[in-house]
């Protein structure tokens, strides 16, 4: 069975620091283009970051360039979430997701309905 774990969800104060993790298991993970998402109470989901095949590419929102890094360990099917400078707005359900890498050239999406398997999320609050 295809599973994604999320943790590393916590309170934090205004400027602080969290690192989410997930951690994939029942499919080829270095096949696969891994993204986060969030939902904020009463909003739809939103694109966060996201990294290609093998690493070499990641991508982030404008919301959160800079502040936050993306990135993965094939060797052990996982994905983090390095999240610094954490703001009120950061307040969400973060999602890890896959999506599998089809072509050699394919263009990384941000949509949601385009990656099949979804971890559960990990609760983050920033507040004082």
């Known amino acids: 069975d295809v599973q994604l774990q999320a943790s590393g969800g916590g309170l934090v104060q205004p400027g602080s620091s969290l690192r989410l993790s997930c951690t994939a298991s029942g499919f080829i993970f270095g096949s696969y283009e891994m993204s986060w998402f969030r939902q904020a109470p009463g909003k739809g989901p939103e694109w966060v970051s996201g990294i290609s095949t093998g690493g070499r590419q990641t991508h982030y929102a404008d919301s959160v360039k800079g502040r936050f890094t993306i990135s993965r360990d094939d060797r052990k099917n996982t994905v983090s979430l390095q999240m610094n400078s954490l703001k009120p707005e950061d307040t969400a359900a973060y999602y890890c997701?896959?999506?599998?890498?089809?072509?050699?050239?394919?263009?990384?999406?941000?949509?949601?309905?385009?990656?099949?398997?979804w971890g559960q999320g990990t609760l983050v609050t920033v507040s004082s």
């Open positions: 997701a896959a999506r599998p890498r089809r072509a050699v050239f394919q263009v990384f999406s941000r949509l949601k309905d385009d990656y099949p398997y």
